[in-house]
DNA sequence: CGATCACTTGACGTTAACGTCAACGTAAAG
DNA sequence: CTTTACGTTGACGTTAACGTCAAGTGATCG
């Protein structure tokens, strides 16, 4: 049997590229709560899941505090009918954002491949 | 013949939904350049098309600084051939960043299906 | 002609997301 | 046993992107 794996502050920091002040910060606004050993943080796996998904979001442009509602969307454990319409209404609002998103992308990339097709014309006339 | 159509400060911030604060902090950034009519602002419809452009660039989460090398890029008349490449590589490296988060949006997408998925699932066996 | 808009500049305030010390604990290594 | 490495908690600093006054200007309306 292997002892599952953890990883020490510095590790983590290293592996995302990311300084301990980030992740520190991340747990202040209760995004991350690895365990303690004494004083001492221990990252679990699930620990460094959930920093691959603020990190996700934090590329996306989002704010931390959305962030944590996002994340804590995924692994909460509803119970009432009351709660479950809720969430999916929330679901709902994030789906249309991140659609959204979706479309300023692929007109932004759209547009970029039109300048480059203009360069590379203007670069042949030049030879 | 019809005069084109321009706008003042506060038709634009209406129409855009931002405050005229805002616009003067993008004009302050060099990311508009309205003409003056004595003191008074002008917009004329490349500056509204532009402003498009900021908040597209907002809604993805750029800074400001990123989106005006962005913008210039679009309407850069460019001379030479160091620059033609500058420019072009420039693109690529816009492109990268763009489908890195096109990739991120859709994880996301799809794991937000996976949660409404369960969440339904989770109301019919409420019912 | 005084009031009311719509607009202007200037300057200081605010919030988010960390950066950057300072000062301290602790465990292994020489 | 002291140095070194790695970790910790404050606490204040910084930057971006505006918000929020305050105080003034110019056109128009009754």
Redesign the pocket.
Known sequence: MTTPRTW????LADEFD?????L???EA?GLLAPERR????IYHRRDRTRLALVLRG?RLGF???EIRTIIDMYDEQPGEAGQLTYLLSQIEDRRRDLEQRRRDIEDSLRELAEVERRCQEDLRTLN
């Open positions: 020490s502050i510095a590790e990311i300084t301990h002040r980030t520190r910060h991340y606004q004494g004083q001492v943080r934090r704010a931390l505090d």
